[in-house]
């Protein structure tokens, strides 16, 4: 089976840089998403990592280290509308998204 | 963008209805739609992957004659919730991959929260 982990809530302020992170232990690892959900919503996509290093996409930055398991998803430049949950999900060879329990941001004025 | 639409959004019904809730993947095909259960501040739950003109898989839990999945099309799949119960109240929420390689994101319907009374 797969065991993601990623802290349940955090708290940052307008303007301001946050990075969540998230752990996960697999076999047949293929790759590691971060979706954007807000409350009552569907998931968003927002960045794909399969090789190590740092995606940037715009404000939003995703790293991926496979030999550590461990991704972050960091956001600069914090919004208002950033509060969201953000999930991580990993993908494995045959063809399945396992999704974290996500992470509550809330940004505050 | 790929854009999948789920419908209904939102149902209301009696103890033993039968529910069916649709996803269409609207300018894409997808031979692979996923469902979804979610329940209130949790994550995602896989139930089963869709696959069109196949029968469905479906993940370790997932009763198949409970909630039935059809794919008849490269374009819609639909989840039928049979003889719903209470405790099968939830937001379930399908999605679907604009073409099969690992690194093709999934794009979600907008969910359908199904209350049973």
Known sequence: GQNIDQPTEMTA???????????YQTSGFNGLFWYQQ???????????NVLDGLEEKGRF??????????????????????????????????????FGDGTTLTVKP | GAVVSQHPSWVICKSGTSVKIECRSLDFQ????????????QSLMLMATSN????????????????????????????????????DSSFYICSAKEGQGASQPQHFGDGTRLSIL
């Not at chain 2, 479906?58 to 490269?74: M, P, R, T």
């Open chain 1, 61 to 98: 930055s995703s790293f991926l280290s496979r030999s550590k398991g461990y991704s972050y998803l960091l956001l600069k430049e914090l919004q208002m509308k950033d509060s969201a949950s953000y999930l991580c999900a990993v993908t494995t060879n045959a063809g399945k998204s396992t």
């Open chain 2, 52 to 87: 069109e003109g196949s029968k469905a898989t479906y993940e370790q839990g997932v009763e198949k004659d409970k909630f039935l999945i059809n794919h008849a099309s490269l374009t819609l799949s639909t989840l039928t919730v049979t003889s719903a119960h209470p405790e």
């Open chain 1, 13 to 23: 302020t307008e303007g301001a840089i946050v990075q969540i992170n998230c752990t």
């Open chain 2, 30 to 41: 997808a031979t692979t739609m996923f469902w979804y259960r979610q329940f209130p501040k």
């Open chain 1, 38 to 48: 807000h409350a009552g919503e569907a998931p968003t996509f927002l960045s794909y």
